[in-house]
């Protein structure tokens, strides 16, 4: 699978082509944050009406399809519910980051844009979840190509990890 970052703005967003984007949202997440409110900022508040109206409610394991054309550069927008985020830990990250990718193998998307679960507040390290990231994305080999949305501090931090592994790749199979 083929890593690579995204700043977490429109402006970015608006540059990608890719079928689908992932991102998850905390059941206790409202406003919506990070790029998940970016996204409702740009869908005109269509998530937080969804949130109000109950159809959206971040719990555990709940998924949420929306067509996301013409506003947003991708077919498909799927939200995650990561559940309470006082519960969120390590393996919570890991299980969500599964559900999300056997998710978007069943609906045949090789190749997305995401955020991490727990990034936009903050509940994990950058560099740790991208670690954790990459081990549970082994277990996936239909991937072709994440782009992981984030800042650019953190893309510093997850960068070196990812260049690591991609070598670690290559000599497996050199």
């Known amino acids: 699978m083929d890593v690579k970052f995204v700043g977490g703005s429109l402006r970015h967003l608006d540059g990608l082509k890719s079928e689908a984007l992932a991102l998850s ?15 409702d900022w740009r869908l005109c508040g269509r998530l937080s009406a969804l949130a109000v109206k109950r159809r959206l409610t971040g719990r555990l394991g709940e998924v949420v399809l929306i067509p996301a054309r013409p506003r947003l550069p991708f077919e498909k927008l799927m939200l995650f519910g990561a559940g309470p985020s006082s519960g969120f830990d390590e393996s919570a990250f890991c299980e969500r980051v599964s559900q999300v990718l056997e998710t978007l193998t069943r609906v045949r998307v090789r190749g997305s844009v995401m955020t991490l679960p727990g990034r936009s507040m903050h509940r994990i390290g950058a560099a740790r ?7 549970v994305a082994e277990r996936h080999p239909e991937h072709d190509e994440v782009t992981v949305i984030e800042d650019l501090d953190a893309q ?3 960068q070196p990890i990812v260049e690591r592994e991609r070598r670690r790749a290559r000599a497996r199979y050199a």
Do not use: H, N
């Open 129 to 135: 979840a991208i670690e954790l990231f990459l081990s």
């Open 25 to 39: 949202v905390f059941e206790d997440e409202r406003p919506l944050r990070g790029a998940a409110g970016l996204v």
């Open 156 to 158: 510093k931090e997850m």
